[in-house]
């Protein structure tokens, strides 16, 4: 393309923009820049939305809106959703709202990477119960819940020595936990399940919600963690990735 073409080029797209604007319209530019001059509490960074069953906690089985989030502080060595860690878009609350609402079911689910890394995150929750869903957080055990609206249902993962974030475990979140929340271990080997056990018995954590005990996929036979829960007669759960047995490592399943 030769320097003139492109100076036409430039100008026309000039003028493009000028009309749309002109005539009360926005042009992408436009959009982001009213997102980004919001205030942290009433935007987040999105990674996707997305409609699948819930394949985890309680909710286990419910169609569900998965909202997840951008960015993680921690680096889990299982981790299977590493896509979020980086790039997303930004999006309003009202905004984001409204595309849940599209998808017509009562169950959301706000996850990440690390949900509550973001400051729009807290806001974001008590809004979505505002407006009648049964919410859900998936949050790390890293970061403070103690601000989460109390009508949410949050599922803390405390990490064990095998996902290498062990010392991330903020162990001042158990005693806010609540009988409508769950603590989750996601376990490697033997070596957590036994670590796992003994923070049960230590902070009686059955007394306090459910307590989830999954098996990192493809790294624990589902079958030789039930023995184990059996053998040592212990008052949690066995749960296994629904969503993994259905489309495996299917993105924004």
């Given at each position: 393309m030769t320097g003139q073409a492109l100076k036409c080029d430039e100008f026309g797209f000039r003028?493009?923009?000028a009309v749309v604007r002109r005539c009360g319209l926005k042009t992408e530019a436009d959009i982001v820049a009213d997102i980004s001059s919001l205030p942290a509490t009433q935007r987040v960074k999105l990674t996707e939305v997305f409609l699948s069953i819930q394949g985890e906690a309680d909710a286990v089985g419910w169609p569900t809106v998965f909202v997840r989030l951008t960015g993680c502080p921690l680096r889990c060595g299982y981790c299977d959703t590493t896509y979020?860690?980086?790039g997303g878009e930004w999006q309003s609350t009202a905004t984001l709202l409204q595309q849940v609402k599209d998808y017509g079911v009562d169950h959301v689910c706000v996850t990440g990477g690390e949900p509550l890394a973001q400051q729009g995150c807290v806001p974001l929750l008590k809004s979505l119960c505002d407006a009648g869903y049964q919410v859900s957080l998936e949050t790390s055990g890293a970061m403070d819940i103690a601000?989460?609206?109390?009508?949410?249902?949050?599922?803390?993962?405390?990490?064990?020595?095998?996902s290498g974030e062990l010392a991330r475990n903020r162990y001042e979140n158990l005693p806010l936990l609540t009988s409508h929340d769950q603590v989750k271990f996601v376990l490697c080997d033997r070596v957590d399940y036994e670590w796992a056990?003994?923070?049960?018995?230590?902070h009686q954590l059955d007394k306090r919600c459910a307590v989830l005990f999954s098996p990192v996929h493809g790294q624990i036979a589902p079958r030789d963690l039930a023995e184990w829960i059996l053998a040592d007669r212990l008052p949690v759960r066995l749960q296994v990735q629904l969503h993994k047995y259905l489309w495996g490592d299917e993105k924004g399943r």
């Open positions: 003028a493009i923009v979020s860690f980086y601000s989460v609206d109390t009508r949410v249902s949050r599922v803390l993962d405390l990490k064990t020595p095998g056990r003994e923070q049960v018995k230590q």
